[in-house]
């Protein structure tokens, strides 16, 4: 089908939180907090992306993904690459993205065991509006008072190297071998290339484009790209869409939007469509 509205399953997290907004209802306040809302099945390693809401109200461990080379020598399917475009932030929120100074594979792993691996990283202020692309191999923790959209490569292969003395298992031999062990270089976005349309990224896993109205869009045969609402409605191939979904799209097909609206588009590759 040339459009398809996606599932959406909640993930309960104990960092997670009560209140959602964005379309989605909050989580009653007498069950657990939901940390984030996936639009296909957990598990499911088939589509090329993955693409989920975070909503933090503590922050999350440190941790590190592998490449898509160093996936495939541990028999996964892929590696991740990441990326967030925040939706709103405390006035205190971070996240931490690689370490302050280049740091040695020996430093790196006795600081993940002793705990002073918070203080080795370079934890920047975030607000509402901001978008930060994290390659494979960058050590990262998202903080607390975060609702974010994270596009990725369709992985969970996640190694841990600190979560503030918890008893969850930590991957230090993994973790350590796959980081980046120089400070994260962010990546220049394309920007604006005509108007209501930035490209926020633009390869090498896949492209991520922000709009503000509708327009046509042309996909090569075999490849989806992801439609996901901030905020508005509207319809393309006759499947109506809001603020809280996700559609993927296939073939040439138009996005329509009722007045004022907010969307991310995300496919595969490196080539603008």
């Not at 997670?16 to 940390?35: K, N, Q, T």
């Not at 503590?58 to 892929?78: M, N, T, Y």
């Not at 008072?145 to 969850?168: A, K, M, P």
Request: hydrophobic share 35%; aromatic share 8%.
């Amino acid at each position: 089908m040339p459009a398809t509205l996606l599932h959406t399953h909640r993930v309960e997290k104990p960092w997670g939180r009560h209140d959602l907004g964005f379309g989605f209802e909050d989580a009653p306040a007498s069950g657990d907090p939901v940390g984030e809302i996936w639009f296909q099945e957990p598990g499911d390693t088939t589509p090329d992306l993955l693409i989920k809401y975070l909503f933090t109200g503590q922050k999350l461990s440190v941790q590190v993904h592998p490449d898509d080379e160093q996936a495939h020598a541990r028999g996964l399917p892929r590696g991740k690459d990441e990326c967030w475009t925040i939706l709103s932030a405390r006035p205190d929120s971070t996240i931490a993205l690689g370490p302050k100074q280049p740091i040695g594979k020996d430093q790196l792993r006795a600081d993940a065991q002793n705990g002073t691996i918070e203080s080795d990283l370079d934890w920047v202020p975030v607000k509402a509006g901001d978008f930060y692309y994290a390659p494979s191999g960058t050590i990262h923790a998202i903080g607390g008072g975060l609702t974010l959209i994270e596009v990725q490569q369709n992985s969970e292969t996640t190694y841990r190297l600190y979560d503030y003395g918890s008893d969850r298992e930590l991957h230090l031999k993994d973790g350590v071998d796959v980081a980046h062990l120089e400070p994260y270089r962010p990546i220049t976005s394309p920007g604006e290339v005509e108007p209501g349309r930035t490209i926020l990224v633009e390869g090498p896993k896949f492209v991520l484009e922000r709009w503000s109205h509708g327009r046509d869009v042309a996909l090569p045969e075999g490849t989806t790209g992801w439609l996901v609402p901030i905020s508005g409605s509207g319809r393309v191939a006759g499947v109506a869409f809001k603020a809280g979904e996700c559609v993927t799209v296939t073939g040439t097909e138009t996005v329509e939007v009722d007045g004022d609206a907010d969307l991310l588009f995300a496919y595969p590759g490196t080539q603008r469509r």
